[in-house]
Nanobody, 121 residues
Framework: QVQLVESGGGLVQAGGSLRLSCAAS????????MAWFRQAPGKAREFVAT????????NYADSVKGRFALSRDNAKNTVDLQMNSLRPEDSAVYFC??????????????WGQGTQVTVSS
């Protein structure tokens, strides 16, 4: 059983930056593809970014490509999402997830509780 805990959310002005972190425990972190999803009120959970177990492969949603960067440290069991040039439409609860390579929620077996990101205009 893997437990995931996100941190780093908050309120930021448009154009600003935030760094989200996800700490994993209880399992073999390096076995898993890690991902971030987000969910805004009244909307479905959407894919943001994913990184392979080795960090060799990454994939980003078109809406965040060039602005967000995903990294992982298998020695520390952490995965970080650096978010730059934030826009109001990036406002959502951001979830860390562990599972297999993919861009849909069903590809991921373990989820964190989420962290709120709010971008003001």
């Amino acid at each position: 059983q893997v437990q995931l805990v996100e941190s780093g959310g908050g309120l930021v002005q448009a154009g600003g930056s935030l760094r989200l972190s996800c700490a994993a425990s209880g399992g073999t972190f390096a076995r898993f593809t890690m991902a971030w999803f987000r969910q805004a009120p009244g909307k479905a959970r959407e894919f943001v970014a994913t990184i392979s177990w080795s960090a060799y492969y990454t994939n980003y949603a078109d809406s965040v490509k060039g602005r967000f960067a995903l990294s992982r440290d298998n020695a520390k069991n952490t995965v970080d999402l650096q978010m730059n040039s934030l826009r109001p439409e990036d406002s959502a609860v951001y979830f860390c997830a562990a599972g297999r390579w993919g861009t849909t929620p069903s590809d991921y077996e373990y989820w964190g509780q989420g962290t709120q990101v709010t971008v003001s205009s």
